[in-house]
């Protein structure tokens, strides 16, 4: 990957300035490259990663097997883009395996995840069924530990 | 009561302790401190060399092996020197596997200094050189860089600091604390002076894969060098790996020999479970060191620029993972700076002159840290710096 993605992937807060000494290039060349990836849709958006556990406001996340009726011609894109388009969904990806479409949905009550895929999901035409799956603990999300910090153990100072 | 001097061997006990004992007692027991202190990657051992050492273990491999190291391990490192840095050794007897790059100093300063034999050390350098000397009877002679020259070793000094009792240059690069480099073309008029007073060279090589902006030059790849050159190398710093110990030295076979000799009496044979996971990493690990090898270049840009940018002159480093900035703008000597600023801003950087007299004046900052820890660590001793500049002033 180049250099740019990899810094923003991992250090979104970086200024163009900061970027540009850490790659040896003008603040310019960042700041044209970055529009590149985003006009491109490389770049998709810029997200803060929080772990809402610990605003403790009692919201859930649930990972959503589906399994479909492909229609012809369109396969799964037809019914991937209808689900993609609730507000509910995080993210939608289309599986290999056992059922067709992963569905995530978070941030939301245990009442509203139900709602959500009894009375929008499941009532679908081309959805033939689905099986809900509450998250219980984050470990690890965008590559980011949510367990307790890893602890620098190299010590203050050594030669 | 016990006069243990009397037990003691007095020649050990001559030798000076470390002179910054102070600053290192104060920043090692401080708590919440950013540390920007430490000479070791904050990467983790990449998780298939890991799983080597593991696997080892798992089937019951944890008997010695030979004195040497693991034949296989040589033949890999062999490989690696070639490719690499385009030097042959023989894996039959001209590599030593040893428990860590210091354990290959102290055995190629052990087979080759006789009491009264002078050792020209670099400096700025890595700590180890002069005690292990000392401790051998031999007078270790500093030949002081600097900044002036990017801290390169140039023929003018070694000459200047050569007498008919001169035996040993000891060679660190890519350096620490300095992060310089030596290339080609500064290797040759030196290698000409070593070969001229008929000089040995030990040449510290282990910082060798982190080096940006060109490849490392060994000197033992310079014409008729490798007759009279002892590498030392490890991978310790290459693949993260600090607390395996484990590394090699690599030279002509009669003093290769004499080194197993004392090795064998020393340490019978390197870690089995860090020599199988050496093997790995040589075999499969050359995109790790291309992974790290980038970030440390990125936090390199970054740090000296930050350091630039907070008013400190800051001489660019092309190799290891520190910065050298000078901090003698502050009208503080190097150890008041550092345990001023952990005292009062609880950040952690090494006095320069703890790696020789010439290192007075400046400070070790090491960026092998996040970025994160880096810019807040510098944003501190930004305003330490103003602070002593106002004082310095007035």
């Not at chain 2, 890519?174 to 030196?190: C, F, H, Q, S, Y």
């Not at chain 2, 400190?312 to 190799?319: A, K, R």
């Not at chain 2, 090494?350 to 007299?357: E, K, L, M, R, S």
């Amino acid at each position: 990957m180049d250099r740019l993605l990899y810094l923003l992937e991992n250090n979104p807060r970086l200024s163009n300035n900061e970027l540009a000494v850490m790659l040896g290039v003008t603040e310019k060349d960042v700041e044209q490259k970055i529009k590149l990836y985003e006009d491109s849709g490389i770049i998709k958006g810029y997200r803060t990663v929080i772990d809402k556990e610990k605003l403790h406001d009692e919201k859930v996340t649930a990972l959503i097997e589906i399994k479909v009726h492909p229609k012809f011609g369109r396969g799964f894109d037809d019914i991937a883009q209808r689900i993609a388009d609730m507000e509910e969904v995080e993210s939608i990806y289309l599986m290999s395996g056992g059922y067709d479409l992963c569905c995530l949905v978070s941030d939301k009550s245990f009442q509203e995840v139900s709602m959500f895929v009894a009375q929008r999901l499941s009532p679908m035409e081309d959805v033939m069924s689905t099986a809900t799956h509450f998250i219980l603990k984050k470990y690890k999300e965008q590559s980011v530990l949510f367990a307790d910090e890893n602890k620098d153990d190299r010590g203050n100072i050594s030669l | 009561m016990i006069e243990y001097e009397k037990y003691l061997n007095p020649t050990l006990c001559s030798v000076k302790p470390s002179g910054i004992r102070k600053f290192f007692s104060i920043a090692e027991e401080m708590d919440n401190v950013i540390s920007l202190g430490v000479g070791e990657p904050d990467f983790l051992t990449p998780w298939h060399i890991r799983q080597q050492g593991i696997d080892t273990l798992e089937r019951g491999k944890t008997r010695y092996t030979a004195n040497a190291g693991m034949l296989l391990l040589r033949q890999e490192i062999s490989n690696f020197y070639a490719r690499r840095y385009l030097v042959k050794y023989n894996p039959e007897d001209e590599i030593l596997v040893t428990v860590g790059g210091s354990e290959g100093i102290d055995m190629c300063i052990r087979a080759l200094v006789s009491p009264g034999d002078e050792v020209l050390v670099v400096e700025p350098s890595f700590v180890c050189y002069k005690p292990i000397v000392e401790v051998c009877g031999g007078i270790a002679v500093a030949v002081e860089t600097s900044s002036e020259n990017g801290f390169r070793l140039t023929a003018e000094q070694i000459e200047k600091s050569i007498t008919d009792r001169t035996k040993i240059l000891i060679f660190p690069y890519p350096n620490n604390p300095t992060g310089a480099v030596m290339r080609t073309e500064d290797l040759k008029p030196i290698c000409e002076v070593i070969k001229r007073h008929n000089l040995f060279v030990l040449s510290d090589e282990i910082y060798s894969e982190l080096t940006y902006g060109g490849d490392h030059v060994s000197i033992a790849s310079i014409d008729g060098m490798q007759e009279r050159t002892v590498v030392i190398n490890g991978f310790s710093k290459t693949y993260s790996m600090t607390g395996w110990r484990l590394g090699y030295a690599l030279g002509p076979a009669p003093i290769i020999s004499q080194m197993t000799k004392l090795h064998q009496f020393a340490i019978m044979s390197a870690p089995t479970s860090s020599q199988t996971a050496a093997i790995e990493a040589l075999r499969n690990g050359d995109k790790d060191i291309v992974k790290m090898r980038t970030d440390y270049d990125m936090r390199r840009r970054f740090t000296v620029h930050a350091f630039r940018e907070i008013g400190l002159e800051c001489f660019e480093p092309e190799g290891a993972f520190y910065a050298f900035p000078c901090i003698r703008s502050t009208g503080l000597n190097s150890e008041e700076f550092c345990e001023k600023l952990i005292l009062s801003k609880r950040v952690a950087v090494v006095p320069g002159n703890a790696f020789g007299d010439c290192g007075e004046g400046f400070i070790r900052v090491s960026y092998c840290y996040s970025i994160e820890n880096i810019k807040e660590a510098v944003r501190r001793i930004g305003d330490f710096v103003n602070e002593q500049k106002e004082n310095y002033g007035s």
